[in-house]
């Protein structure tokens, strides 16, 4: 992962809820190892077919949601990301 990507995450997570923050670090670098590319290659494609992949359970589809939000945010990328396909109000729908 990108070291200034990191640096940045880590700076998340050291403020507010230590725990939540970790995890939902956690999460980002997981989605972006799963992607196996740049994170600055990362779009809307690679999302909705993460969650494509994934079947998980509304609470942890709401969890890297959040997690891509930051994400998203953290890159500086316009706009918000696709939404899980089980959330209300947006996703991919198949």
């Known amino acids: 992962m990108n070291q200034e990507l990191f640096?940045?995450?880590?700076?998340?997570a050291r403020k507010g809820g230590k725990v939540a923050r970790?995890?939902?670090v956690?999460?980002?670098?997981?989605?972006?190892?799963w992607c196996g590319r740049a994170p600055a290659q990362i779009g809307r494609r690679q999302v909705h077919e993460f969650y494509r992949a994934h079947a998980f359970a509304p609470t942890t589809a709401r969890d890297y949601d959040s997690a891509i939000r930051l994400l998203w945010r953290t890159l500086g990328r316009a706009g918000e990301p696709p939404r899980p396909p089980n959330a209300a109000g947006g996703g991919p729908t198949s």
């Open 26 to 33: 956690k999460r980002v670098e997981a989605f972006v190892r």
């Open 22 to 24: 970790r995890r939902q």
């Open 7 to 12: 640096y940045r995450l880590h700076q998340h």
